[in-house]
């Protein structure tokens, strides 16, 4: 007997937004290991996959608005949907601030961010993986939390040391890229959050 039943597509959906993070986020890592010169290409390719996200989210809500009985509290539908595009934005928004401020180099604390997203987005894809099995989803949700903790340390460590510097346009601007980082490892910890209640709801 199943946990969790699949009689509407809001699993595949939600498993494949979840995929679409874990290329984004692994693209923005990838780009900010290379330098700066990659970002032009990073930020084109994650355009293109923040648009292919907005279509599965767009899905998703009209599915949930025709659907009389769903297989998750449809509050939970709408929050997955909505937190997981929160991440895809951010993303976005994360790699044109880095292109368009032309940070170089770029700092070790930016590519530390980068990588604990990448592995927030790993743990999401897993778990969304494990949901649509109906297998356990709840040591993936906190790994989740725990990396989004780190990003806190390093976030907190980062602006610290940035606001001793004199160049205040470099301040701006990397606290800026800095706040989009730490708010995507938020975005993620959301995900994770509405997961566990999922679990609960369902147990």
């Known amino acids: 007997m199943r946990l969790l039943p699949r009689e509407e597509k809001f699993f595949d959906q939600f498993e494949a937004q979840a995929s679409l993070i874990l290329k984004a986020s ?13 970002l032009p290409q990073a ?38 949907g909505s937190h997981l595009d929160d991440c ?30 990448e592995k927030c987005a790993t743990s999401l894809a897993a778990a969304f993986g494990a949901l649509s099995k109906d297998k356990p989803i709840i040591e ?15 976030h907190r460590r980062a ?18 890229i800095l706040d989009l980082l730490e708010s995507t490892t938020d975005a993620c910890e959301d995900v994770a959050d509405v997961l566990q209640t999922v679990v609960v709801k369902n147990s």
């Open 26 to 38: 692994s693209v923005l890592a990838e780009a900010c290991r290379k330098g700066p010169e990659a």
């Open 43 to 80: 930020a084109m390719r994650i355009d293109e996959l923040e648009r292919q996200g907005d279509t599965i989210v767009r899905e998703i809500f009209t599915r949930l608005n025709q659907t009389f009985i769903t297989p998750l509290d449809p509050e939970d539908i709408h929050q997955l």
């Open 88 to 117: 895809l934005d951010l993303l976005e928004d994360t790699v044109h601030c880095l292109d368009a401020y032309e940070i170089a180099p770029i700092p070790p604390e930016v590519q530390e961010l980068c990588d604990l997203t």
């Open 140 to 154: 993936f949700c906190r790994q989740v939390d725990a990396l989004e903790e780190q990003a806190d340390h390093v």
């Open 159 to 176: 602006v610290a040391a940035l606001f001793k510097t004199t160049d205040a346009i470099r301040v701006m601007k990397l606290k800026e």
